[in-house]
């Protein structure tokens, strides 16, 4: 994520594997452990991160 400062592509492919393993946390925290929603907001708050830096990197 660090590099995509000087490179977008490398801001785009990190955001992209950032993503998939947040969504691998969300799924494992409720589907998996069956923990509330609560112990998944930090794993969403960085999917949505990395979503906003996908889409920041590819629109500008």
């Keep these: 994520m660090i590099g995509g400062i000087w490179n977008v592509h ?24 069956r923990q509330p929603f609560f112990t998944a907001i930090p794993a969403a708050v960085c999917l949505i991160c990395a979503l906003s830096v996908i889409i920041f990197e590819l629109h500008f």
């Design 10 to 33: 490398l801001a785009v492919g990190s955001g992209l594997l950032f993503s998939l393993l947040m969504t691998g946390a969300i799924h494992a925290h409720l589907l998996r452990a």
